[in-house]
């Protein structure tokens, strides 16, 4: 079964401090999805239209496993805490078998 994956991007983040409510509530969603966070606000390198803001990367054993994680009643919590002014692009892909 080929994996799920959550893709953030934060074009920008004018108070980062703002995050803390969604972080403490996303992280325990997260992981009772079953999903494990790959890659947090590290290092980017970013090439033609790329961001260099943060990138987020959380990684579900499945599709369907990351679409059910979003769609939960403990994520969808999480997003009301998401502060006024955050701009973010959020995807769900399938990775390859």
Known sequence: MAKGYWVSVYPAI??????TAYNGLAGPAVRAG????????GRV????????QRVVLVEFDGFEEAV????SE???KALVALPDGFERDFRIVEGID
């Open 45 to 52: 390198v970013a090439h033609e239209a790329g961001i260099t």
């Open 68 to 71: 059910a994680a979003y769609e």
């Open 14 to 19: 004018s108070d980062p401090e703002m995050l």
């Open 74 to 76: 403990a994520y969808q």
């Open 34 to 41: 079953g999903g494990r966070v790959l890659s947090r606000g």
